[in-house]
């Protein structure tokens, strides 16, 4: 793609990375005009998109400046306000923002995660280990849907009989084929967390459902409503963003061969290698704010009340701090990348993320010793979430 026509694509589009290749765009973009106006879209208003990295970096910065309270979706924002401005972290202002968190913080003690992150390696151990038995399988449906939404129910304590459903909703909610199909799914997430909401209420347990069901701020608990949107922002970022991530990692780790032998060779600090991992997958393409006051963002005037959509995608692969940014190397470092936002609302569950994928590639190393594509993946419809729906593979035997 030309830098001349990089700006012209229709970012609010959810079919725009089908026709167009997003490292392709954003590379342009940067080139031609790293920070440009987004002209209106039907009945969509304009929005800025910002993408190079240092500006990307300095606006996740400025909370301040760039509110959150409004929504952070371009598809909700671009709307209207979010219903859940004010109510749920992720799209909450301070000091709110900071009080919510600080309960949040509390419920993922260190003896639930502690507990958690040895569930996750044996599941995921015994996930993998079948697979290989199989050879040839979808790596998206059979493994990567199972791990996030496990781990993350087993944190809430949900009911085995009730995950399936959960599983279905998390996927529907943002990348379902139309609006009303995402709409539902959401709302049937945020009804089922009101119900468990107040029975752990009434009969609290040591979970995390049950410490914001009982926390308080300022004295006050929680709305039914608040404890359970907050339960769908940690299901929805735990399932969402980790199961795209890991099949991103696979499908890397098939395409640069060199890369998993050095890995399974023990060559490759498993923890660096997280952090490629996670930098190549991008699990969220972008997140959006709303500027509360005039700012300056890169050479722009940006103006009171404005939405301002900051790409992540576009920041992790900016030539100008991660070299060579479409090679896959699982030893690069520095690696700062901005997967996981950044600032005040850098995500909640990182580290579980970290975990779930150092689990998945101790798997595959300690099982694999081949990793084989074997057909063209979907690529999962969102201007939002990045990644595919299904990965066919086979895997060989170690």
């Not at 040895?118 to 059979?142: K, W």
């Not at 890991?246 to 399974?264: C, D, N, S």
């Not at 063209?376 to 729906?389: H, V």
Request: charged share 25%.
């Amino acid at each position: 793609m030309s830098p001349a026509a990089a700006t012209s694509v229709d970012l609010t589009d959810s079919r725009t990375f089908f026709e167009h290749d997003p490292y392709e765009f954003f590379a342009a973009a940067r080139a031609r005009e790293p920070v440009y106006w987004h002209e209106a879209s039907g009945d969509l208003p304009g929005f800025w998109v910002v993408t190079d990295y240092d500006s990307v970096v300095d606006c996740y910065r400025d909370p301040a400046t760039l509110g959150s309270g409004r929504g952070t979706v371009l598809d909700v924002l671009l709307r209207g306000d979010d219903s859940a401005g004010g109510k749920m972290l992720a799209v909450t202002d301070p000091p709110r923002h900071r009080q919510l968190r600080a309960l949040l913080w509390r419920a993922l003690s260190p003896k639930v995660l502690n507990r958690v992150v040895r569930e996750v390696e044996a599941y995921t151990t015994a996930l993998i280990g079948a697979a290989v038995e199989e050879g040839s399988f979808d790596f998206a449906t059979r493994v990567a849907e199972h791990v996030p939404m496990n781990t993350i129910c087993d944190l809430l304590s949900v009911p085995e009989r009730d995950r399936p459903d959960l599983l279905d909703w998390s996927k529907g909610a943002l990348a379902g084929a139309e609006e009303l199909d995402s709409l539902e799914a959401r709302n049937e997430l945020v009804l089922y967390f009101m119900n468990l909401g107040a029975f752990r209420r009434a009969h609290p347990g040591d979970d995390v459902v049950s410490t914001i069901a009982t926390g308080t701020i300022d004295g006050e608990p929680l709305t039914l409503e608040e404890v359970a949107l907050n339960c769908y922002s940690l299901v929805i970022g735990g399932d969402e963003s980790s199961r795209v991530s890991a099949v991103g990692t696979v499908k890397a780790l098939a395409e640069a061969p060199e890369q998993w032998h050095a890995l399974r060779a023990g060559r490759i600090d498993p923890d660096t290698a997280v952090e490629e991992a996670l930098r190549w997958a991008t699990p969220s393409l972008h997140f959006a704010r709303t500027a509360v006051r005039d700012r300056v963002i890169g050479d722009k005037a940006v103006r009171a009340g404005e939405i301002v959509s900051l790409w992540n995608i576009s920041a992790n692969n900016d030539e100008r701090v991660f070299p060579a940014p479409r090679s896959f190397e699982l030893s690069r470092t520095p690696n700062k990348h901005v997967a996981l936002g950044h600032g005040p609302h850098y995500c909640l569950g990182a580290f579980l993320g970290r975990v779930e994928l150092r689990a998945l590639m101790g798997a595959l190393v300690g099982a694999v010793s081949e990793i084989e594509l074997l057909g063209t993946p979907t690529r999962i419809q969102s201007n939002f979430l990045n990644g595919y729906s299904s990965l066919p593979v086979r895997f060989s035997p170690r």
